[in-house]
């Protein structure tokens, strides 16, 4: 079974800092997906950032950036220049095929709470 | 206008009733889900449809049932809710066959069973 593992409940940045987010994943697929994706108070979900297991190069996104560490079954999120509207739950979240199902699903961690602070 | 719509967006129920939460799409996909997320434990799914024919149980589906109606309708049920179905439960939507599809979440339905 894959395990998607933030271990950071809680943290909280100043404005125009940097911050990074931990998560780890557990699989013995050799292809597959990972995504961040943000939960503001507004509790819509929105894709963040996403990167595919066999590219090398870590995915960035303006100000948002992963470090990708395959081997060690890494996948952190950067966020740079921290913004208020930063502030948002932040889930990591590992995505694939279903053996037999022809599908792609989503398996994702508990999330981390980051505060933005002024 | 939203690509993904959820309805109600509140609702407080009591054990046992029949609850439907409604979801419809316009971005035109093929495959829909279900997700419910609590407090410390992220999304987990519930269900999830390819399309209107198919029909697949995710981590949690018990009791819960779905329904296909059309490519763009897809409704979630729970047939005697009890407390512990009490949840923020999100439909998302995803194109068809790509590796690494973005899913499109609706904005959620707070559930509360009293």
């Known amino acids: 079974a894959q395990t998607v593992t933030q271990s950071q409940p809680e943290m909280s940045v100043q404005e125009a800092e940097t911050v990074t987010l931990s998560c780890t994943y557990d699989t013995s697929e050799s292809n597959y997906y990972l995504f961040w994706y943000k939960q503001p108070p507004s509790r819509q979900m929105i894709l963040v950032i996403r990167?595919?297991?066999?590219?090398?190069q870590n995915a960035t996104e303006n100000r948002f950036s992963v470090n990708f560490q395959k081997a060690a079954k890494s996948f952190s999120l950067k966020i740079s220049d921290s913004q208020l509207g930063d502030t948002a739950m932040y889930f990591c979240a590992f995505m694939k095929l279903v053996s037999g199902a022809g599908s792609y699903q989503l398996t994702f961690g508990k999330g981390t709470k980051l505060s933005v602070i002024p | 206008d939203a690509d993904v719509t959820q309805t109600p967006r509140n609702r407080i129920t009591k054990t046992g009733k029949r609850i439907m939460l409604e979801c419809s799409q316009t971005k035109g996909h093929d495959r829909m889900y279900w997700y419910r997320q609590d407090p410390g434990l992220g999304l987990r799914l519930i269900y999830y449809s390819f399309d209107v024919k198919d029909i697949n149980k995710g981590e949690i589906s018990d009791g819960y049932s779905v329904s296909r109606q059309a490519q763009a309708k897809f409704s979630l049920s729970l047939e005697s809710a009890i407390p512990n179905q009490t949840a923020l439960y999100f439909c998302?939507?995803?194109?068809?066959?790509?590796?690494?599809?973005?899913?499109?979440f609706g904005p959620g339905t707070r559930l509360t069973v009293l």
């Open positions: 990167q595919e297991a066999y590219k090398q």
């Open positions: 998302a939507t995803s194109d068809s066959g790509l590796a690494g599809d973005e899913q499109f």
